[in-house]
């Protein structure tokens, strides 16, 4: 089975670049996977569990890396095995355009054989199946890149305005009180002169 596609993603082709080689991240976009262990840069191990028709199988295998261009292209291959319900290996040959500092296509080539049980359910249902996981992964990918891209660097994120320090209202001084008499602000009080 093979299949090809495209897609345009709104972030930084390094940021891009960088998605593709993260384990985390490849995690949250393979339907059904349930872990991936970075046993090198290029060597990963994985446990992926999906239902293909009445099938449901979990694989454990492992994913490499080869033909690495950082940042424009690389070939993700894997193979895995699940049990009586066969095996199924195949990869993706991923390519990254700059459409602009922060845009970038990502063209795909995806290729997959299968075997065992799995290889009786008929071409038609595999190759449906097939479309189907690689477009979910694709946009879970494209959509984590978006978000990725909105995360400002570390250290350059924007500290808040520090507000003003309210200003110290003058204060008028109180007005002096004379014995048995109000008195109001700056009234004018007469002095009396001593004679000696």
Known sequence: MKMSGSQVIQA????????LNDPKILQQCIPGCENIKSASPTE???RVVLKVGPVKAAFTGEVSLTDIRAPESYRISGKGQGGLAGFASGGATVKLSENSTSETQMDYEVDAQIGGKLAMLGSRLIDSTAKSLAEQFFAKFASLMVKQAQIPAAGSRAKPAKKPAASAKAK???PKKLAGRKTVANEKVPVKSRKS
């Open 172 to 174: 008028k001084p109180a």
């Open 44 to 46: 990963m191990s994985a």
């Open 12 to 19: 930084p082709r390094k940021i891009v670049w960088h998605g």
